[in-house]
């Protein structure tokens, strides 16, 4: 500040003929001293009085300070009332900026609030969503952590735990920060304090043997070289945080390795310079002098030692960031007094457009000035203050590396710059950055391992969003991507594979003419067909003789064709489905069944009727001649064919891909369309086989030697059986089995009409030829 303001005087063009004082005093770090620093800059002391009175102004108009937030606080409430400027260069609480309770406050650093989006922006930037925060226990580091976790509430990062510094730092409180940051799976650390709390705790983290963790320092220590030493070295290493912006200042160096005991002699902090410097002993003043009546353990000083000869942190001017806010906020003052001087009367700011009064400075007419004051410095930064007394916000980002000579050195790895768009306020040099730990890598503070592709995060009961399990998605549903919080549900044709991190397209099943199964029945229903041929082979070569004449030859004939189209429809049902052959398998099926249950409930009717023509007086049999039982068949064959055709024509069956069995695979079946139709047709095929068995069964007892009526009973029980049986199985076989079963249906109920009806006459006629006689018939053949 001294070297600003000599700078400033020596300046002939800002403030001419102007030359500023100072008064400083140290609040040494405590409320206390602070208010009373401020008190004393309030109230002009004069010596030659025996007690302090009230002057008319305030002996200084306006103050540069404090270092900390607190003091800040308690310094702007004292002067405020008074309408003096406080301009500190270190106080960064949000708290602050809130001109309703600080009117008079302005500060050359940043808002915390900046800082703290800088540092979200960070922990974003490096996927760190598990982070521990120590704060010192103070309006600084409290109001940093609220805003801390007011801003990454917005993001998926979770704070692991807060623990706080209180004031007096004891030892058993250090060690349970120690013990909680040991505990935690948080592998980055957010240290949010002043210097001194950085320093108790890092010693401690040292003593803890607590070297792998990653710190991320706020910028009221991120520069602070005195943390770094061959004990803390092993934790500090690699340390990342925001400090304020460095400028190099010319002239600085000279002006302060010009310091000498001789220069400033009422100076008491030189003598401690000396002596951790030099390791000699000053006599500053008579008041060090009596002071010191012990026998001082420092040799005396020979007046020749030179601050130009040595480097030390005091002469190090490389890392001027607080320096150069100190710099930046003599010089705002200055060009605030500048614009005050050079007002014109009639173009002032205030009442009937006066200047301010020039010879004895008002606070509140400064304030005015320094609330508009605008330049633009000697390193080409502009200098102003917002609404809330904040500057342009900006940030470097500082890395701390070990030199080859186990030093540090605070290397800028990149900026934060708040007048940047949003999203590029951060820029990053990811290669210029040393990470703690031997293996230099991003380090990984996860509560939970990111879940893989395949999974999805599940919430673990009672804690925060960041700690979960990683959960396997469920069948047909897919997670392409790793963080993933949801399943992405394939679509109706797809399905998940084994990984789980892409839909794939469904195996789509059905019977096959080149599955075993299909070829099987293709040739089973073949082989059904053919027999049946051969079978009224037989009969049209035995057609006259007195066993084919008996059973109705053309009925059989027309029953053996129909059992033939009852064989080859089985075949429709394999292949893939189509619309036409969804159409033809079920009306096929229908049609050819009625035909031949028609048949057989025809012979059975002729059978009764014979029956009744023998008894005397009965003339029965003409109304059941050929004609009438063609009809019957005719007839009966009608009906099922006009309910086919309003099935076709209103609500036909139709090809349909079923996932409902296995939801892996798409099963390509026949919808039957009309559900209602489908019943009439199976409903009229069961209700002609009822009426054959009942009428078969009622002449199966009938006096003949051959009497049809037991087959045709038998083969109905048989047929009751197969499509009784059919119904449980269908519905509990799945994919395409559903449709084998159909077929197997189908094949049994053809095979047991054709054996039960045509293999007693088949066997007589090939086998037993004697007994294919009309004596034989007739029951009229003698017993040897």
Same mark, same amino acid.
């Given at each position: 500040?001294?070297?600003?303001?000599?700078?400033?005087?020596?300046?002939?063009?800002?403030?001419?003929?102007?030359?500023?004082?100072?008064?400083?005093?140290?609040?040494?770090?405590?409320?206390?001293?602070?208010?009373?620093?401020?008190?004393?800059?309030?109230?002009?002391?004069?010596?030659?009085?025996?007690?302090?009175?009230?002057?008319?102004?305030?002996?200084?108009?306006?103050?540069?300070?404090?270092?900390?937030?607190?003091?800040?606080?308690?310094?702007?409430?004292?002067?405020?009332?008074?309408?003096?400027?406080?301009?500190?260069?270190?106080?960064?609480?949000?708290?602050?900026?809130?001109?309703?309770?600080?009117?008079?406050?302005?500060?050359?650093?940043?808002?915390?609030?900046?800082?703290?989006?800088?540092?979200?922006?960070?922990?974003?930037?490096?996927?760190?969503?598990?982070?521990?925060?120590?704060?010192?226990?103070?309006?600084?580091?409290?109001?940093?952590?609220?805003?801390?976790?007011?801003?990454?509430?917005?993001?998926?990062?979770?704070?692991?735990?807060?623990?706080?510094?209180?004031?007096?730092?004891?030892?058993?409180?250090?060690?349970?920060?120690?013990?909680?940051?040991?505990?935690?799976?948080?592998?980055?650390?957010?240290?949010?304090?002043?210097?001194?709390?950085?320093?108790?705790?890092?010693?401690?983290?040292?003593?803890?043997?607590?070297?792998?963790?990653?710190?991320?320092?706020?910028?009221?220590?991120?520069?602070?070289?005195?943390?770094?030493?061959?004990?803390?070295?092993?934790?500090?290493?690699?340390?990342?945080?925001?400090?304020?912006?460095?400028?190099?200042?010319?002239?600085?160096?000279?002006?302060?390795?010009?310091?000498?005991?001789?220069?400033?002699?009422?100076?008491?902090?030189?003598?401690?310079?000396?002596?951790?410097?030099?390791?000699?002993?000053?006599?500053?003043?008579?008041?060090?002098?009596?002071?010191?009546?012990?026998?001082?353990?420092?040799?005396?000083?020979?007046?020749?030692?030179?601050?130009?000869?040595?480097?030390?942190?005091?002469?190090?001017?490389?890392?001027?960031?607080?320096?150069?806010?100190?710099?930046?906020?003599?010089?705002?003052?200055?060009?605030?007094?500048?614009?005050?001087?050079?007002?014109?009367?009639?173009?002032?700011?205030?009442?009937?457009?006066?200047?301010?009064?020039?010879?004895?400075?008002?606070?509140?007419?400064?304030?005015?000035?320094?609330?508009?004051?605008?330049?633009?410095?000697?390193?080409?930064?502009?200098?102003?203050?917002?609404?809330?007394?904040?500057?342009?916000?900006?940030?470097?980002?500082?890395?701390?590396?070990?030199?080859?000579?186990?030093?540090?050195?605070?290397?800028?790895?990149?900026?934060?710059?708040?007048?940047?768009?949003?999203?590029?306020?951060?820029?990053?040099?990811?290669?210029?950055?040393?990470?703690?730990?031997?293996?230099?890598?991003?380090?990984?503070?996860?509560?939970?391992?990111?879940?893989?592709?395949?999974?999805?995060?599940?919430?673990?009961?009672?804690?925060?969003?960041?700690?979960?399990?990683?959960?396997?998605?469920?069948?047909?549903?897919?997670?392409?991507?790793?963080?993933?919080?949801?399943?992405?549900?394939?679509?109706?044709?797809?399905?998940?594979?084994?990984?789980?991190?892409?839909?794939?397209?469904?195996?789509?099943?059905?019977?096959?003419?080149?599955?075993?199964?299909?070829?099987?029945?293709?040739?089973?229903?073949?082989?059904?067909?053919?027999?049946?041929?051969?079978?009224?082979?037989?009969?049209?070569?035995?057609?006259?003789?007195?066993?084919?004449?008996?059973?109705?030859?053309?009925?059989?004939? !027309?029953?053996? *064709?129909? $059992?033939?189209? %009852?064989?080859?429809?089985?075949? +429709? @049902?394999?292949?893939?489905?189509? =619309?036409?052959?969804?159409?033809?398998?079920?009306?096929?099926?229908?049609?050819?069944?009625?035909?031949?249950?028609?048949?057989?409930?025809?012979?059975?009717?002729?059978?009764?009727?014979?029956?009744?023509?023998?008894?005397?007086?009965?003339?029965?049999?003409?109304?059941?001649?050929?004609?009438?039982?063609?009809?019957?068949?005719?007839?009966?064959?009608?009906?099922?064919?006009?309910?086919?055709?309003?099935?076709?024509?209103?609500?036909?069956?139709?090809?349909?891909?079923?996932?409902?069995?296995?939801?892996?695979?798409?099963?390509?079946?026949?919808?039957?369309?009309?559900?209602?139709?489908?019943?009439?047709? !199976?409903?009229? *095929?069961? $209700?002609?086989? %009822?009426?054959?068995?009942?009428? +078969? @069964?009622?002449?199966?007892?009938? =006096?003949?030697?051959?009497?049809?009526?037991?087959?045709?009973?038998?083969?109905?029980?048989?047929?009751?059986?197969?499509?009784?049986?059919?119904?449980?199985?269908?519905?509990?076989?799945?994919?395409?089995?559903?449709?084998?079963?159909?077929?197997?249906?189908?094949?049994?109920?053809?095979?047991?009409?054709?054996?039960?009806?045509?293999?007693?006459?088949?066997?007589?006629?090939?086998?037993?030829?004697?007994?294919?006689?009309?004596?034989?018939?007739?029951?009229?053949?003698?017993?040897?």
């Amino acid at each position: 500040m001294i070297f600003a303001i000599d700078e400033i005087n020596r300046n002939p063009e800002l403030l001419p003929n102007v030359t500023l004082g100072y008064r400083i005093f140290d609040s040494c770090h405590t409320l206390s001293e602070s208010i009373k620093g401020a008190l004393k800059l309030l109230n002009e002391e004069d010596g030659t009085e025996s007690s302090y009175r009230c002057a008319a102004l305030p002996s200084v108009p306006i103050v540069v300070g404090d270092v900390g937030s607190s003091q800040s606080i308690a310094a702007s409430r004292v002067l405020a009332p008074f309408g003096i400027g406080l301009i500190s260069y270190s106080s960064s609480c949000t708290c602050l900026s809130d001109k309703r309770e600080f009117p008079t406050f302005f500060r050359t650093i940043p808002s915390d609030a900046v800082q703290i989006k800088a540092l979200v922006r960070l922990v974003q930037q490096f996927k760190w969503i598990w982070v521990g925060i120590v704060a010192e226990d103070s309006d600084y580091g409290r109001f940093g952590i609220l805003s801390f976790i007011e801003e990454v509430s917005k993001f998926q990062t979770c704070i692991a735990f807060i623990e706080f510094l209180p004031p007096e730092r004891t030892r058993a409180k250090l060690l349970q920060v120690t013990e909680t940051i040991k505990k935690s799976s948080a592998k980055v650390i957010i240290i949010f304090s002043v210097e001194r709390d950085a320093l108790s705790l890092v010693t401690e983290l040292r003593l803890q043997n607590i070297t792998d963790i990653q710190l991320i320092a706020s910028e009221a220590w991120v520069t602070t070289v005195r943390l770094w030493t061959a004990e803390t070295r092993d934790i500090l290493s690699g340390t990342i945080g925001f400090g304020i912006r460095r400028a190099e200042i010319p002239g600085l160096r000279e002006f302060l390795v010009k310091l000498h005991p001789s220069t400033a002699p009422d100076n008491p902090f030189v003598e401690e310079l000396w002596r951790e410097v030099f390791g000699c002993s000053v006599k500053i003043s008579n008041q060090s002098l009596e002071e010191n009546t012990s026998p001082s353990p420092y040799k005396r000083c020979t007046d020749s030692e030179s601050l130009e000869t040595i480097e030390t942190t005091y002469t190090d001017v490389s890392q001027l960031r607080f320096s150069y806010n100190v710099y930046k906020a003599v010089y705002a003052v200055a060009h605030a007094l500048h614009n005050l001087k050079s007002c014109e009367n009639g173009k002032g700011p205030f009442l009937n457009k006066t200047c301010g009064q020039k010879s004895k400075i008002l606070p509140w007419q400064l304030l005015h000035y320094l609330k508009e004051v605008r330049f633009t410095n000697f390193f080409g930064e502009e200098i102003s203050f917002d609404k809330n007394g904040d500057p342009i916000a900006s940030y470097d980002l500082v890395n701390w590396q070990e030199r080859a000579d186990g030093s540090v050195e605070f290397v800028k790895v990149g900026y934060y710059d708040a007048a940047l768009p949003a999203g590029k306020e951060l820029a990053l040099d990811e290669s210029g950055i040393v990470w703690h730990g031997p293996e230099n890598r991003v380090p990984v503070s996860v509560c939970s391992d990111i879940c893989p592709v395949g999974t999805r995060k599940g919430a673990r009961k009672g804690q925060p969003i960041c700690c979960f399990d990683c959960l396997p998605c469920s069948d047909g549903a897919i997670s392409n991507q790793t963080e993933s919080t949801e399943c992405i549900k394939c679509p109706i044709d797809y399905w998940s594979n084994d990984r789980r991190d892409q839909c794939i397209l469904k195996e789509i099943e059905f019977l096959s003419f080149q599955d075993s199964m299909g070829k099987t029945l293709t040739a089973i229903s073949l082989f059904g067909a053919c027999i049946t041929g051969a079978v009224a082979v037989v009969f049209l070569y035995f057609i006259n003789t007195p066993i084919v004449r008996a059973n109705n030859s053309e009925l059989s004939f !027309l029953l053996l *064709i129909s $059992l033939i189209l %009852c064989f080859l429809c089985s075949i +429709a @049902f394999i292949g893939q489905p189509s =619309p036409w052959s969804c159409m033809v398998r079920h009306t096929v099926f229908g049609v050819s069944f009625v035909l031949c249950i028609s048949c057989i409930l025809s012979k059975t009717l002729v059978v009764l009727m014979a029956f009744k023509a023998t008894l005397p007086a009965s003339n029965v049999m003409k109304w059941f001649g050929p004609t009438q039982q063609r009809s019957i068949v005719f007839l009966c064959t009608l009906i099922q064919i006009i309910i086919c055709v309003t099935w076709l024509l209103s609500s036909p069956p139709v090809p349909a891909k079923n996932t409902k069995y296995q939801s892996a695979k798409i099963i390509l079946e026949c919808d039957v369309g009309s559900t209602v139709a489908f019943c009439c047709v !199976l409903g009229y *095929i069961g $209700l002609l086989a %009822c009426m054959c068995l009942i009428l +078969a @069964f009622l002449a199966r007892a009938l =006096p003949d030697k051959f009497n049809e009526a037991k087959f045709i009973t038998f083969s109905m029980f048989i047929f009751f059986a197969v499509w009784v049986t059919f119904i449980p199985a269908y519905v509990s076989t799945p994919g395409k089995y559903t449709v084998a079963v159909e077929i197997f249906a189908i094949l049994a109920s053809s095979f047991g009409l054709l054996i039960c009806i045509f293999a007693p006459k088949c066997y007589i006629i090939l086998l037993k030829p004697e007994e294919n006689t009309k004596k034989h018939l007739m029951g009229k053949h003698v017993q040897p």
